[in-house]
């Protein structure tokens, strides 16, 4: 059974206001300042992300999310983060889900990407795309790499909940020593890290 995730330590400041305790959670009731939705969207344009697609089934049928907030968090052991919006069609399965597979993708993986990306369509319509592993999540076929986790975690953040995973089992299917075919989600688009990107 999962837990939350553990709140960090905090430091009382001024420019801080009070601080209120609700379902368990730290929550500030205000602050003096703060950046407004879309300025903190496009502060983050600006810093591009690996794209990964997320699967799981909490048993009402397989999920799929396009994610670029995956992150290594230990190698030792082994456990990633990831988060998913509140308005996300896969938030509920997911906040349900003890297991997910995490797809990680390359340029090679386009189609993968914007499928998980595609509101209001069926993304497992196409049974020839993906199948099940002998563990029951749903698993994208040819993708560069996968890793099975069991979720560890989950920590509500703001519209959003961050999960944590532990990895049990991966595939890598195409090598990393490829440099010009990575995936990254940059200003609203797609990019191809190709040989004119490499500075050293």
């Given amino acids: 059974m999962t837990q939350p995730l553990a709140s960090l330590p905090r430091q009382n400041h001024p420019a801080e ?9 730290t929550e500030h ?5 703060s ?3 879309q300025s903190f969207k496009d502060l983050f344009r600006g ?17 799929a999310l396009t994610a670029t907030s995956v992150s290594s968090a230990s190698a030792e052991p082994p456990l990633l983060t990831f988060s998913i919006s509140a308005l996300s069609s896969a938030s509920a399965s997911l906040g349900r889900a003890d297991t997910v597979v995490v797809h990680l993708l390359d340029a090679d993986d386009l189609d993968i990407a914007k499928l998980g990306a595609t509101s209001g369509i069926d993304r497992f319509a196409d049974t020839s795309r993906w199948t099940r592993l002998a563990t029951g999540e749903p698993v994208f076929a040819k993708v560069r790499a996968w890793v099975r986790c069991a979720v560890i975690g989950r920590m509500e953040a703001g519209s959003s909940t961050v999960i944590a995973a532990h990895a049990l089992e991966a595939t890598i299917s195409r090598g990393n020593d490829d440099e010009t075919n990575a995936l990254a989600y940059h200003n609203r688009t797609w990019h191809r890290l190709d ?5 050293s």
Avoid at 195 to 199: D, T
């Fill in 195 to 199: 040989e004119r990107s490499r500075l």
């Fill in 29 to 33: 009731s205000s602050f003096s300042a």
């Fill in 35 to 37: 950046l407004s939705p």
């Fill in 47 to 63: 810093h591009p992300g690996g794209v990964a697609v997320i699967t799981a089934d909490a048993g009402d049928g397989p999920v």
């Fill in 17 to 25: 206001g009070p601080v209120a305790e609700r379902s368990g959670r």
